[in-house]
């Protein structure tokens, strides 16, 4: 298996813009999870999804976020519309089942909103 | 709900020299501890995990970690470090229920010094 797949890696965005950041889980994997990274807040997650259903959106900041996971094998994370403090690596994360506890990361998508 | 504390926010070290690197949590319920690596620009990678039983665990790279219930501290250690292990280090929680979704300390800069 390749991993979790993030794209795009790198992305720059006018204020305003909408944004999609793209994730393919692991195959087989039941739960998937969005974080984000910054310098002030470190590592946050966002929302995680079982079984492609959304299970907690807590994590979500403000309703400009959204995420959806329409099959087992991808996930999306729009931001719209984008504001230059969303700037921050997004990073998504798989896990298996029950007697799996390691979550796998992908290589994560660094968002700049200007 | 968890939280952790990463004592050490940059830790400098001459190569060939050991290195402990400080992780303190809380939490109301039993938890699986992580520790996770960053290398820039990557996205994180696990470096050992404690379920259960042995509270040593050995991870990759000659890292290890000792589970301190008593202390609630999940300490990491290595020995004699390279040049090569220069990178930011995470340590995580997660509850022991069906999701295990991870939360992250804040990080700490491990920087190895010729």
């Known amino acids: 298996d390749a991993g979790v797949i993030q794209s795009p890696r790198h992305e720059v965005t006018e204020m305003g813009q909408e944004v999609t950041l793209r994730c393919k889980p692991i195959?087989?994997?039941?739960?998937l999870f969005w974080y984000r990274q910054t310098m002030m807040r470190g590592l946050e997650l966002l929302i995680y999804?079982?079984?492609?259903?959304?299970?907690?959106d807590s994590g979500m900041p403000e309703d400009r976020f959204s995420a959806k996971m329409p099959n087992a094998s991808f996930s999306t994370l729009k931001i719209q519309p984008s504001e230059p403090r969303d700037s921050a690596v997004y990073f998504c994360?798989?896990?298996?089942?029950?007697?799996?506890?390691?979550?796998?990361f992908g290589q994560g998508t660094r968002l700049t909103v200007v | 709900a968890q939280s952790v504390t990463q004592l050490d926010s940059q830790v400098p070290v001459f190569e060939e020299a050991p290195v402990e690197l400080r992780c303190n949590y809380s939490?109301?319920?039993?938890?699986?501890l992580f520790w996770y690596v960053q290398y820039p620009n990557q996205g994180l990678q696990l470096l050992l995990k404690?379920?259960?039983?042995?509270?040593l665990v050995k991870g990759i790279n000659g890292f290890e970690a000792e589970f301190n219930k008593s202390q609630t501290s999940f300490h990491l250690r290595k020995p004699s470090v390279h040049i090569s292990d220069t990178a930011e280090y995470f340590c995580?929680?997660?509850?022991?229920?069906?999701?295990?979704?991870?939360?992250f300390g804040s990080g700490t800069q491990l920087t190895v010094l010729p």
């Open positions: 999804f079982n079984n492609n259903v959304p299970i907690d």
């Open positions: 195959s087989g994997h039941d739960y």
């Open positions: 404690y379920l259960s039983g042995s509270t």
């Open positions: 995580a929680v997660s509850a022991r229920g069906s999701a295990r979704q991870l939360t």
């Open positions: 994360a798989s896990r298996g089942g029950r007697l799996n506890t390691e979550a796998f």
């Open positions: 939490s109301s319920v039993s938890v699986y």
